[in-house]
């Protein structure tokens, strides 16, 4: 594959990996949490919106304020990097600064509220990475900017984020890669240990074999 082809793939790839909306149901004391593969020193803004189902019009309508969500997010080491009460709907940032996994979770404070008891919440959420978490339009009414310099400007910002990808996923091959080389250390001395053992024990066979002949005036 050429280094066009490569550069492609890769600005595809975060153009459409870096970005997450989404649905799901919780119960009253049910948490959802999801893993997210992010680069480090990147940018993660999550918005959410929950809806609470009505039993008299069968369908799920906005929530009460009363009811929020908790948000935690955990980094690749399981250290805290986020733990925060929310409304009902509500934004959530924070800044990777160990890449690798990042564990999300949200949980309702379902045990506050007397209305949620037993029914079910619908959580609409939308995560976004890197680049993706600027705003163009505000950006551009700051600084004044044309079209084509907001056009470099999310260009640049791409292609910085396309870098911390391809750091990423470097540092990934290179954990791959000193995994592989301990699992294939401890074969060889596993098979090392092995072939020890059975020389030992075909020894030891040899003298007890010898002493049993001994013993019997065979030799």
Not at 48 to 74: A, C, I
Not at 132 to 148: G, S
Not at 180 to 202: C, D, M, P
Not at 204 to 217: C, D, G, I, T, V
Request: aromatic residues 10%; proline residues 3%; contains cysteine.
């Amino acid at each position: 594959m050429s280094l066009f082809s490569q550069f492609v793939c890769l600005f595809l790839l975060a153009t459409l990996s870096l970005t997450r909306a989404l649905y799901f149901h919780i119960g009253e004391t049910e948490k959802k949490c999801f893993i997210e593969e992010i680069p480090d020193e990147t940018m993660v803004i999550g918005k959410y919106r929950t809806q609470l189902w009505d039993k008299q019009s069968s369908s799920f309508l906005p929530s009460t304020p009363g009811l929020g969500m908790h948000v935690e997010v955990k980094d690749p080491d399981t250290k805290v990097v986020l733990s925060r009460q929310y409304g009902s709907e509500g934004r959530f940032t924070f800044t990777s600064h160990t890449p690798g996994e990042h564990q999300i979770c949200l949980h309702s404070n379902s045990t506050k509220m007397v209305l949620f008891a037993g029914g079910k919440l619908r959580v609409h959420l939308d995560i976004q990475v890197g680049e993706h978490t600027n705003n163009y339009p505000e950006i551009a009414a700051k600084d004044k900017l044309t079209e084509l310099q907001l056009r470099v400007r999310q260009l640049l910002d791409q292609v910085e984020q396309i870098q911390k990808e391809q750091n990423y996923q470097r540092y990934r091959e290179e954990r791959f890669r000193m995994t592989s080389e301990s699992t294939n250390q401890r074969v060889l001395w596993w098979s090392i240990a092995q072939t020890i053992i059975l020389i030992i024990t075909g020894i030891w066979q040899m003298r007890h074999l010898k002493s049993f002949f001994e013993a019997k005036k065979l030799v």
